[in-house]
């Protein structure tokens, strides 16, 4: 499966920030053994490229992605950690078509019409629709369905677990991000229990919503 099919079984993408390397590979094993095999990893840290590094090479297994990427320079960290999908919180040509160029799976962030058509012409099919809450949410997504009925989206932003669901009943939907089940507080403090917790909470409301093929 590419990137796309695998985040849509999974349903949910946990959003992360990264406070130290050690953390990396212990946070994955947490959330694979919930059932959520995938990992955002912000670069909004120092260490975001080196432990992006780290889950590619010590755990294969789990789906891993760079996000709030900002410039073209940190596109290329991210590529160099072996990134298998890239996440960026608003929409630029130049890291999209650098992204492209590198073939490596974009989903650049949008929050308009203007945007999404911006994302058609430039031949992507998923978009990150982002702060999905406070742009308009469900219902912002189900208008978007009407000019736009073959772009997908990945809601980010504001999505807690009682929020889920709706999102993910949603036709053009493909996964959502979240970051209320991998709080950075609980990192910092190596609390990857209450991660647990709550990531086998969203990998079950995804299979609840999607069916058991979801994990």
Do not use: H
């Amino acid at each position: 499966m590419n990137a796309v099919e695998r985040l849509r079984t999974i349903g949910v993408v946990p959003v992360v920030e990264i406070p130290d390397v050690s953390v990396a590979v212990p946070l994955a094993d947490a959330l694979l053994e919930a059932g959520v095999g995938c990992l955002e990893v912000t670069f909004r840290t120092p260490v975001a490229a080196e432990a992006l590094a780290a889950v590619r090479r010590d755990r294969p297994e789990i789906l891993v992605g760079a996000g709030t990427v900002l410039t073209n320079e940190q596109l290329r960290a991210a590529v160099d950690a072996g990134t298998q999908f890239i996440m960026t919180p608003g929409f630029s040509r130049s890291i999209v078509e650098s992204a492209l160029r590198a073939g490596v799976t974009i989903f650049p962030g949008v929050a308009t019409a203007s945007e999404v058509q911006a994302g058609l012409e430039a031949g992507l099919a998923v978009l990150k629709l982002y702060p999905a809450e406070l742009i308009g949410g469900v219902v912002y997504l189900k208008a978007l369905g009407a000019p736009f009925p073959e772009m997908e989206f990945i809601p980010s932003g504001g999505i807690d677990a009682g929020r889920l669901a709706p999102y993910l009943e949603q036709r053009n939907v493909v996964a959502c991000g979240g970051s209320w089940f991998v709080k950075k507080e609980w990192l910092a403090n190596g609390d990857l229990t209450s991660v647990g917790r709550l990531a086998r909470e969203a990998a079950a409301v995804v299979r609840q919503v999607r069916g058991s093929a979801a994990a």
